[in-house]
């Protein structure tokens, strides 16, 4: 059996993890999953749950004794099992926190016994509230106060990059830690607040698109299947032990105009909505204006380039979900 070939993958039901498992199949490597299914779904896997280097776990990362087995049985760790989407964390901020941080530790202390590889699922929240609108991975991590429960997720988040780096130092734990920027493309779930399913749904139902405050906030969208690529690249250089990596697509466009595109693609009668930040998220949220990655580092590391563009992303979204709304 070759080296490396049996790969852990945390989290593997969500929307990223199943499309890094396929991959990760289609090169040959034995996959296992280990999923809570709190917002990771079993439909996501029913294509790879016949194949015989496929296993599925159901299960907590907060189970040790679990993780204990995984980890022992896999050359290569995926950790991306994390509460995800701002509305998730903000209607489950306790469980939100424990997963994010106290998850990430119990990997990296066990992984550390045997100094596996391991590649953390890290976020552009991190940057939080920092005023530029591009981002390096060496820009300030500006967080706002502690009773704005956004910032939880991105606090976390940071912990988890710090832990990672701590293991590496004094351990010398093989460690990669990567901020993904909205990654969006089919089988993405429009129930956790994310802009693009949610637009793609309110659009096919002729629905009202809620645009959230003036609509001028930029973000920047990589397809999830140029992701799982740079992902996997990275896991394979050497040199990406002990670093950060942004991944994602330095491209921005106004949420405005996304809502218009989405709109145009769908043939749909929807108007498109204002609607207030504190209507939509509750008082006192805060977002970021812009955010756009440097992507100046993966590229020089992998050669990592997103080449899936914005159009195309919507257009293969929007047949996924029209696929699937058929099927009901
Ligand atoms: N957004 C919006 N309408 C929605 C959902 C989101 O206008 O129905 C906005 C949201 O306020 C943010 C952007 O779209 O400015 C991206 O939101 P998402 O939750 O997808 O990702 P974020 O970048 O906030 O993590």
């Given at each position: 059996?070759?080296?490396?070939?049996?790969?852990?993958?945390?989290?593997?039901a969500g929307f990223i993890g199943s499309h890094l498992s396929e991959l990760l199949l289609a090169k040959g490597k034995k996959v296992t999953v280990i999923d809570d299914l709190s917002t990771g779904s079993k439909d996501n896997?029913?294509?790879?749950?016949?194949?015989?280097?496929?296993?599925?776990?159901?299960?907590?990362?907060?189970?040790?004794?679990?993780?204990?087995?995984?980890?022992?049985?896999?050359?290569?760790?995926?950790?991306?099992?994390?509460?995800?989407?701002v509305k998730?964390?903000?209607?489950?901020?306790?469980?939100?926190?424990?997963?994010?941080?106290?998850?990430?530790?119990?990997?990296?202390?066990?992984?550390?016994?045997?100094?596996?590889?391991?590649?953390?699922?890290?976020?552009?929240?991190?940057?939080?509230?920092?005023?530029?609108?591009?981002?390096?991975?060496?820009?300030?991590?500006?967080?706002?106060?502690?009773?704005?429960?956004?910032?939880?997720y991105a606090c976390a988040k940071a912990l988890d990059e710090?832990?990672?780096?701590?293991?590496h130092q004094e351990k010398g734990m093989p460690v990669i830690v990567v901020r993904f920027f909205n990654t969006v493309g089919p089988r993405q779930s429009d129930r956790y607040g994310m802009v693009i399913p949610r637009f793609i749904s309110q659009s096919l139902h002729n629905l009202p698109l809620t645009v959230y405050g003036d609509g001028q906030q930029t973000r920047s969208?990589?397809?999830?299947?140029?992701?799982?690529?740079?992902?996997?690249?990275?896991?394979?250089?050497?040199?990406?032990?002990?670093?950060?990596?942004?991944i994602g697509n330095p491209h921005g466009i106004t949420i405005e105009s996304l809502a218009q595109k989405i709109k145009e693609k769908t043939n749909s009668n929807?108007?498109?909505?204002?609607?207030?930040?504190?209507?939509?998220?509750?008082?006192?949220?805060?977002?970021?204006?812009?955010?756009?990655p440097d992507i100046t580092k993966i590229h020089s590391l992998v050669n990592f380039t997103p080449k899936v563009s914005l159009d195309e992303i919507l257009e293969r979204t929007i047949e996924f979900v029209e696929g699937k709304e058929k099927n009901v």
């Amino acid at each position: 059996m070759a080296d490396k070939n049996r790969i852990l993958i945390t989290g593997g039901a969500g929307f990223i993890g199943s499309h890094l498992s396929e991959l990760l199949l289609a090169k040959g490597k034995k996959v296992t999953v280990i999923d809570d299914l709190s917002t990771g779904s079993k439909d996501n896997m029913v294509h790879l749950l016949e194949n015989d280097n496929f296993t599925f776990v159901e299960g907590t990362i907060l189970d040790e004794i679990t993780m204990k087995k995984l980890i022992e049985n896999a050359d290569e760790i995926y950790h991306l099992a994390a509460a995800v989407g701002v509305k998730y964390v903000l209607d489950n901020p306790i469980k939100s926190i424990h997963i994010n941080s106290r998850g990430t530790e119990i990997i990296l202390e066990l992984a550390s016994i045997d100094k596996k590889k391991v590649l953390i699922a890290s976020s552009s929240e991190v940057y939080g509230k920092n005023p530029s609108s591009v981002f390096p991975e060496t820009a300030d991590s500006i967080l706002g106060a502690t009773k704005i429960s956004r910032w939880s997720y991105a606090c976390a988040k940071a912990l988890d990059e710090f832990l990672s780096f701590a293991y590496h130092q004094e351990k010398g734990m093989p460690v990669i830690v990567v901020r993904f920027f909205n990654t969006v493309g089919p089988r993405q779930s429009d129930r956790y607040g994310m802009v693009i399913p949610r637009f793609i749904s309110q659009s096919l139902h002729n629905l009202p698109l809620t645009v959230y405050g003036d609509g001028q906030q930029t973000r920047s969208f990589t397809y999830v299947g140029d992701v799982v690529e740079g992902v996997v690249a990275l896991m394979s250089h050497p040199d990406a032990i002990g670093n950060v990596f942004n991944i994602g697509n330095p491209h921005g466009i106004t949420i405005e105009s996304l809502a218009q595109k989405i709109k145009e693609k769908t043939n749909s009668n929807s108007e498109i909505v204002r609607i207030p930040y504190n209507q939509a998220y509750g008082e006192g949220f805060e977002d970021m204006r812009h955010r756009v990655p440097d992507i100046t580092k993966i590229h020089s590391l992998v050669n990592f380039t997103p080449k899936v563009s914005l159009d195309e992303i919507l257009e293969r979204t929007i047949e996924f979900v029209e696929g699937k709304e058929k099927n009901v």
